[in-house]
């Protein structure tokens, strides 16, 4: 296990099961993501890239909160010049096509930018006292980090409007119901060892097949079929030539003839 401390973003690289965890560390204004955070995450990521033994990340606040949101010290005397200029949407854009698997362990509030963080990762785990929601209108604003478009695609217009428009959070069952978290723990407790016990599951899995799965699903998401079926057609036969493969099929097979 090997512990590296920064001072926004805290990385635990747990190599012995192939997972990072990345802890939100600005306890002090339940994590809002200021510029400082959003950069430490992303050189974080770039560096787990890089890693090998790194095969899946978490990403977690604490028991309060995943992230209350964005800094509003940062935005709130800004014009549209200075919002263009911090590339906020930039940084976001390097989350999201971050090859290896982000799964987001989400206790307590993940708001405004928080939730459009935690809707960049491929797995998000609640528990009973999540609270998700888009409350920018509140503030005369609207979510510009992907709160219209990706939660629109994730659980469809008509209960996508409800939260944009209304700023109101729903709580962890409701967001599993609508299938915005891929699952409910049972406590808030177990969410993190939870969200852990599945990254360390998809890192036990051939690396290169995890990593075609994902580049289907995120280069093929907005595409029309038939342009999206030909990615899967193409990341799939790739696969074809890897030592993993190989082994895997040839294993299940003697299996089956025993």
């Known amino acids: 296990m090997k512990l590296q401390v920064g001072m926004k973003v805290l990385r635990e690289d747990r190599e012995d099961i192939g997972v990072s965890v990345l802890r939100l560390n600005r306890p002090e204004a339940r994590n809002a993501l200021d510029l ?3 950069l430490e995450l992303v050189a974080e990521l770039d560096a787990i890239e890089g890693n090998d033994a790194i095969r899946a990340t978490v990403i977690t606040g604490d028991e309060r909160a995943f992230a209350a949101g964005a800094d509003i010290a940062l935005l709130a005397k800004a014009g549209p010049a200075e919002i263009h200029r911090l590339g906020l949407a930039r940084l976001w854009g390097r989350i999201f096509a971050h090859p290896k698997p982000l799964l987001a362990a ?3 509030y993940a ?3 928080g939730f459009e963080l935690a809707l960049l990762c491929d797995i998000m785990v609640g528990g009973p006292g999540t609270r998700l929601g888009l409350p920018e209108i509140k503030l005369g604003i609207m979510p510009g980090g992907g709160g219209t478009q990706r939660l629109v695609r994730l659980i469809g217009r008509h209960r996508a409007m409800g939260l944009l428009l209304s700023g109101e959070p729903i709580d962890g ?3 599993e119901k609508w299938g915005i978290l891929t699952e409910l723990a049972a406590s808030d407790a177990e969410v993190l060892p939870r969200t852990i016990e599945r990254a360390a599951a998809i890192a036990a899995m ?3 097949a995890v990593e075609m799965i ?3 699903v995120t280069e093929g998401a907005d595409l029309p ?3 999206a079926l030909r990615i899967e057609q193409r990341n799939m036969q790739i696969l074809f ?3 993993d493969q190989k082994a895997r099929m040839d294993a299940f097979l003697q299996k089956r003839r025993r």
């Open 214 to 216: 994902k580049s289907a």
């Open 173 to 175: 069952e409701t967001a």
């Open 241 to 243: 030539d890897t030592p």
């Open 206 to 208: 051939p690396p290169l």
């Open 36 to 38: 400082e955070m959003r």
């Open 225 to 227: 079929l038939e342009a």
């Open 106 to 108: 989400v206790n307590g």
């Open 111 to 113: 708001f405004g930018g």
